[in-house]
């Protein structure tokens, strides 16, 4: 089992920056991603990152403005999220995969889930 903890979500204004922390326990996986789910909508890919290389990759709607990373010693992995936008405004999870370079994007390809946080960015 895994278990995934996320914080840091918030509301803020259009062009605030947000951090959200997810702390990881249990079987070691190859790869953790995030994933937001707006109102009304499917769960999308935001951003993943292979635990052991280190290798990041970013939905496009996203990619420049968050930034994924990972702390080893902490077991936690990071979404730095810089010029948010309304847009941006969803419950954000965090995953974990035992995938490595391969449906990284796909929600199915994800095995275990946080609780989600929410981040809410007003215009």
């Known amino acids: 089992q895994v278990q995934l903890v996320e914080s840091g979500g918030g509301s803020v204004r259009a062009g605030a920056s947000l951090s959200l922390s997810c702390a990881a326990s249990?079987?070691?996986?190859?790869?953790y991603g995030w994933f937001r789910q707006a109102p009304g909508k499917e769960r999308e890919f935001v951003a993943a990152?292979?635990?052991?290389?280190?290798?990041?990759f970013y939905a496009d709607s996203v990619k420049g403005r968050f930034t994924i990373s990972r702390d080893n010693t902490k077991n936690t992995v990071y979404l730095q999220m810089n010029s948010l936008k309304p847009e941006d405004t969803a419950v954000y999870y965090c995953?974990?995969?035992?995938?490595?370079?391969?449906?990284?994007?796909?929600?199915?390809?994800?095995?275990?889930w946080g609780q989600g946080t929410q981040v809410t960015v007003s215009s």
């Open positions: 995953a974990a995969s035992f995938g490595r370079y391969t449906h990284i994007s796909q929600v199915s390809d994800y095995f275990y």
């Open positions: 249990g079987r070691t996986v190859s790869r």
């Open positions: 990152i292979i635990w052991t290389e280190g290798s990041r």
